[in-house]
């Protein structure tokens, strides 16, 4: 069966970095869109960022763009998140997912990590 497994989160000071890893597994990695969504206590899940089968396309959230990198290794069936620059707003549950199309919403993507923590102080 399809697993998506995130790891990298934790907790940072204001302005440092962190980097999120997705490894997949039980499906053709290379064949799929990829994508970063967040979720906060109290709110929606929100679109962070995704990237194209080949890597060839990358999009952001207005509030990440400049910040966050999003890339991917389909030889490790893997995508990551570099994250510099953390405000304390950016603290959520970071998921990755899987889709057969590219799009910012979450019901498009029909497979998902269980999460990872990423807390921000000030």
């Known amino acids: 069966q399809v697993q998506l497994v995130e790891s990298g989160g934790g907790l940072v000071q204001a302005g440092g970095s962190l980097r999120l890893s997705c490894a997949a597994s039980g499906l053709t990695f290379s064949n799929y869109a990829m994508v970063w969504f967040r979720q906060a206590p109290g709110k929606e899940r929100e679109f962070v960022a995704y990237?194209?089968?080949?890597?060839?396309?990358?999009y952001y959230a207005d509030s990440v763009k400049g910040r966050f990198t999003i890339s991917r290794d389909n030889a490790k069936n893997t995508v990551y998140l570099q994250m510099n620059s953390l405000k304390p707003e950016d603290t959520a549950v970071y998921y990755c997912?899987?889709?057969?199309?590219?799009?910012?919403?979450?019901?498009?993507?029909?497979?998902w990590g269980q999460g990872t923590q990423v807390t921000v102080s000030s």
């Open positions: 990237i194209s089968w080949s890597g060839g396309t990358t």
């Open positions: 997912a899987a889709g057969r199309v590219i799009t910012t919403l979450a019901g498009e993507y029909g497979y």
